[in-house]
């Protein structure tokens, strides 16, 4: 079905490319027939005419303006050329306005229908669509940071027909296909993207992961140096991922199970950690640069509780140092781990 899809599509540009050609080709063979028998019959009766008197005739003539400094005089200049230079001239300019129109149409078109081909940078790639109440609740959360709030986002899905109004008044853009191959992913835009979020297939959660894991292979294939981020229905796939050297893997399964018991023994923790995960009120966790100056955990301490901002740990590599004394060496490329009402930004 794609592939004839984008047959048809390669029939209509080849189509839309003739219609240019067309008026291009007419347009100038118009304009040239009105400029040389402008000068033809009319230079005898005005001796000091130019070219460019004449080009300027023919312009305004055929475009309809019409000022009127300069008109045909003799009868044949009238027939000849003045007539048949305002009919076609206004046929020429009803036939642009209609292909131009036509372009319009057939791009918007395909923008809303996935078919278009993403020109963007440093933008954020999101594979699969759940519903509109989620998208929206994710976009609002990407704005909402410094970090992503400039950023474009593409959404790629195979069973969405055209995407939804509400999304593409955020500014969201869609490609229809599925992620997993290739030139839906170059049709996304992959090779200048930033970030690769890879949802959950809740029309299929069965083989959630199996599809997801397609995804990211193609993905660290080709373009390792994307940022991926996928959501994981097993517990025991996260390890498949990490194989595939995807950057994150958030399973949502233990998530929820650490989160059901903790709930139990401390009430209340569900709504600290929403708050402490959402952009839109209080303060976040945040993961920045340590400064590169500061050499201990008392002084990088220090330096986050000047900006009222509390220092909770280190990432260092693939792990978390939440216990630190205050004498505990700062080491090359470790991270600080932050609660801050915004990203702090040095």
């Avoid at 078919?115 to 998208?135: P, Q």
């Avoid at 930033?194 to 292979?217: G, M, P, R």
């Avoid at 260092?316 to 932050?338: M, Y």
């Amino acid at each position: 079905m794609m592939h004839l899809m984008f047959n048809l599509l390669n029939q209509v540009n080849r189509a839309r490319a003739y219609r240019w050609f067309a008026a291009v080709f007419f347009f100038t063979a118009i304009f040239a027939y009105s400029i040389t028998g402008f000068m033809y019959f009319e230079v005898q009766g005005k001796p000091d005419l130019t070219w460019v008197d004449a080009m300027w005739w023919s312009f305004v003539t055929m475009t309809t303006v019409g000022y009127g400094d300069y008109y045909p005089e003799s009868t044949l200049g009238r027939m000849l050329v003045g007539l048949p230079t305002m009919i076609l001239g206004v046929s020429m300019l009803g036939y642009v306005l209609s292909v131009l129109a036509t372009g319009i149409m057939e791009s918007k078109m395909k923008e809303l229908r996935g078919l278009a081909t993403m020109k963007f940078t440093d933008h954020i790639i999101i594979c699969h669509f759940i519903s509109v109440d989620s998208m929206l609740d994710l976009l609002h959360e990407l704005s909402r940071d410094v970090a992503t709030q400039d950023r474009r986002v593409v959404l790629i899905d195979e069973r969405l027909e055209e995407i939804p109004v509400e999304l593409r008044d955020k500014k969201m853009s869609f490609v229809r296909g599925d992620p997993s191959r290739l030139p839906i992913l170059e049709q996304a835009g992959l090779y200048t993207c930033t970030y690769v979020l890879i949802q959950v297939d809740e029309k299929d959660l069965d083989h959630s992961d199996s599809k997801n894991l397609t995804v990211a292979l193609t993905i660290e294939r080709v373009c390792p140096g994307v940022h991926t981020i996928v959501q994981c229905v097993n517990p025991e796939n996260a390890v498949f991922f990490e194989r595939a050297n995807v950057d994150s893997v958030v399973c949502l399964s233990s998530l929820s199970s650490q989160l059901m018991v903790q709930e139990l023994q401390d009430p209340g923790i569900n709504t600290v950690l929403r708050d402490l995960t959402s952009n839109i009120a209080g303060k976040q966790f945040y993961i920045v640069d340590a400064p590169s100056e500061i050499q201990r955990w008392n002084d990088l301490r220090q330096h986050f509780e000047d900006q009222n901002i509390l220092l909770i740990g280190l990432r260092r590599g693939q792990e978390n140092v939440l216990t630190n004394s205050a004498d505990d060496a700062i080491e090359s490329g470790d991270l600080a781990i932050v609660i801050a009402a915004n990203r702090p930004t040095d």
